[in-house]
């Protein structure tokens, strides 16, 4: 599952472009989201990624 979420390179500003709007640095994708074994949402998740395939 690919994040929508982007974050500047030069500014670590996060935004939904590719080119950040507060500095024009190119925009790339956030780390992950932490594992823990409480997950509320893994469920959701691995039945979207099944669905996906």
Known sequence: MRS???R???CK???LK??????GAQS???RP???SPEDRY???RRA???EAK
Request: net charge positive; with cysteine; charged share 20%.
């Open 48 to 50: 979207l990624a099944q």
């Open 13 to 15: 500003a996060y935004t």
């Open 4 to 6: 929508k979420i982007l």
């Open 28 to 30: 790339g994708t956030t």
């Open 8 to 10: 500047c390179s030069a």
């Open 42 to 44: 893994g469920k959701y």
């Open 18 to 23: 590719e080119i950040c709007p507060k500095c």
């Open 33 to 35: 989201a932490r594992y």
